[in-house]
């Protein structure tokens, strides 16, 4: 069965993107056949995420317009046999996704894919009420900071009122994933904490994405973390999650402060 | 840190924690789902301005909500240039 997730904030900037291409990548790893879709139309980055930039032909315009066929658009990745990307237009306006285009192209993607992962841009505009428009799932990312938070909460509104689900009366499945978190800032009291966040938006939680160096390699570099993972904690902490999206059970593992030689020596203040 | 940290002030998110709760609680009111509590004090309070021109400082909304029960609140001063025969009014 297939299964359609939003990856979305409302906030600018928390890691839709980077979260979307890991847990894409993650997912198709363990086989299933998986679509990313970027609709940041005008603003298109997944492809760069996804080292894929250079071999965008057609896009998600040219398909939900019916100037090429989605098999034509779709990006296979050179890495992973069953990852798939269908890139958001760079140049033409914002208005030429329409409601019916978006529902025929996810209805064809329903066919092909085990899971479409759809990559919202920033606000609460129309892209983004289409990007979540046929999610049967949501992924709202945010980070422990006051303006992410109020924005995540203003974003699950609009999945509880906004969605085809909603309008049909059903629950719309949310989770949080919860990205730039620093154990350390937190158990001092300067951030947030994990608790924080989940009782003031009160969804459950999909994982736990420590602020870490390898993230901006891997954007840099064009892979995904959870591709030939070294063993960082975010790869590990998106590998996780994508488990979890995809049904296991998997404890969630709160990232570690990282020992120091100070902290080594005088041990740690209890969180 | 850990030597020091008792000398040092506990961090700035409890801070962050409850200007979000407080924030939060109103918002999700405001921009949420219209349920009958929200539209009956919208309909009364535009009903009230009709009639007479109220300072909204000294205007006090309560709503609460349970399960079983929601309440609604309105307490507003009347001023007696307005209303010959009574100082104050409130509506419930």
Request: proline share 3%.
């Amino acid at each position: 069965m297939s299964k359609v997730i939003v990856v979305t904030s409302g906030k600018g900037g928390v890691g839709k993107t980077t979260s979307t291409a890991s847990l894409g990548a993650a997912l198709a790893q363990g086989g299933r056949r998986v679509c990313v879709v970027d609709f940041d139309v005008g603003l298109r980055n997944l492809d760069l995420v996804m080292g894929a930039e250079r071999r965008v032909v057609f896009d998600f315009i040219n398909v939900a317009q019916g100037d090429a066929k989605l098999s034509q658009a779709l990006i296979r990745d050179k890495r992973i046999d069953t990852l798939h990307l269908l890139a958001a237009s760079q140049t033409r306006d914002k208005d030429a996704l329409t409601a019916e285009g978006v529902e025929r192209v996810i209805g064809e993607l329903r066919e092909t894919f085990d899971y479409v992962l759809c990559d919202s841009p920033a606000g609460i505009e129309r892209g983004a009420l289409l990007a979540m428009r046929h999610a049967d799932q949501a992924i709202v990312v945010a980070n422990p900071e006051v303006s992410s938070v109020r924005d995540s909460d203003r974003i699950i509104g609009l999945l509880d009122s906004k969605t085809l689900r909603a309008e049909r009366g059903e629950q719309m499945d949310k989770h949080l994933l919860l990205t730039r978190f620093d154990p350390a800032r937190s158990n001092s009291g300067e951030m947030l904490s994990i608790d924080d966040v989940l009782e003031i938006l009160s969804i459950p939680l999909l994982g736990v994405i420590p602020e870490s160096r390898e993230i901006l390699r891997a954007s840099n570099i064009g892979a995904p973390v959870t591709i030939n993972a070294t063993g960082g904690q975010a790869g590990l902490a998106y590998l996780e999650a994508a488990r979890r999206l995809g049904g296991e059970t998997v404890p969630v593992a709160i990232p570690d402060e990282k020992k120091t030689f100070f902290t080594r020596l005088f041990g740690r203040r209890a969180a | 840190m850990n030597l020091f940290g008792f000398l040092k002030q506990r961090g700035s998110a409890p801070v962050a924690r409850e200007r979000l709760q407080i924030l939060l609680a109103h918002e999700r009111v405001a921009l949420g789902p219209r349920d009958l509590v929200t539209i009956l004090r919208d309909e009364l309070l535009a009903t009230i301005a009709r009639h007479i021109e109220f300072d909204p400082e000294k205007l006090s909304v309560k709503m609460e909500r349970s399960d079983s029960v929601s309440t609604l609140e309105i307490d507003v001063e009347i001023p007696c240039d307005k209303f010959v025969g009574r100082t104050q009014a409130s509506a419930a």
